[in-house]
Antibody, heavy 120, light 106 residues
Framework: EVQVVESGGGLVQPGGSLRLSCSAS????????MHWVRQAPGKGLDYVAT????????YYADSVKGRFTISRDNSKNTMNLQMSSLRPEDTAVYYC?????????????WGQGTLVTVSS | IQMTQSPSSLSASVGDRVTITCRAS??????LAWFQQKPGKAPKSLIY???SLQSGVPSHFSGSGSGTDFTLTISSLQPEDFATYYC?????????FGGGTKVEIK
């Protein structure tokens, strides 16, 4: 059974840093691109970042470029999102999403999310 | 690429036919997906390639369109279909979502 589980969320002050992790199981992790998507409280879905299966290619939303870094460790079946210079508008539930066998940019399975709150 | 959904919300009854539209600001061919989200839950992938159902998605869901105009149709609304629906383009980075359509019980 495919599973992706996020961890690492919490309360952080503006300007601070936080590292999210996504642990994957039930599929050949290194074969699939992975994504982060976030959702601010009461708002819609917002794309954050993508990393290719081998980690060589990364893509970011303009709103996080230069502040967030996506990475993966295929030996541990984990993906990470290092977030720095955090702003109150980064407050959201962050979802880890697996890509589909039909395409690297097609979303497949979603995790349950981890809440990040940026507040003083 | 900007994605615009309409309506932002609608009220319907069980058994109704429901149509949600999504418009892209430029041609995205058929690189369009639909997602369903229930309150307090993670989104669920419904459709990719504008019209291909993800595994396990009931056949009363269907999608159509290409280029800039797309439609999600629920042929006969079921109680478990009351949720918020989002479209997303995956033609180019950054990937972008529509603002969502909330389907409520009339």
């Amino acid at each position: 059974e495919v599973q992706v589980v996020e961890s690492g969320g919490g309360l952080v002050q503006p300007g601070g840093s936080l590292r999210l992790s996504c642990s994957a199981s039930g599929f050949t992790f290194s074969t699939y691109a992975m994504h982060w998507v976030r959702q601010a409280p009461g708002k819609g879905l917002d794309y954050v970042a993508t990393i290719s299966g081998n980690g060589d290619s990364t893509y970011y939303a303009d709103s996080v470029k230069g502040r967030f870094t996506i990475s993966r460790d295929n030996s541990k079946n984990t993906m990470n999102l290092q977030m720095s210079s955090l702003r109150p508008e980064d407050t959201a539930v962050y979802y880890c999403v697996k890509s589909s066998v039909f395409g690297t940019t097609i979303f497949d399975y979603w995790g349950q999310g981890t809440l990040v709150t940026v507040s003083s | 690429i900007q994605m615009t959904q309409s309506p932002s919300s609608l009220s319907a009854s069980v058994g109704d036919r429901v149509t949600i539209t999504c418009r892209a600001s430029q041609d995205i061919s058929n690189y369009l997906a639909w997602f369903q989200q229930k309150p307090g839950k993670a989104p669920k992938s419904l459709i990719y390639g504008a019209s291909s159902l993800q595994s396990g998605v009931p056949s009363h869901f269907s999608g159509s369109g290409s280029g800039t105009d797309f439609t999600l149709t629920i042929s006969s609304l079921q109680p478990e279909d009351f949720a918020t629906y989002y479209c997303q383009q995956y033609n180019s980075y950054p990937l972008t979502f529509g603002g969502g359509t909330k389907v409520e019980i009339k």
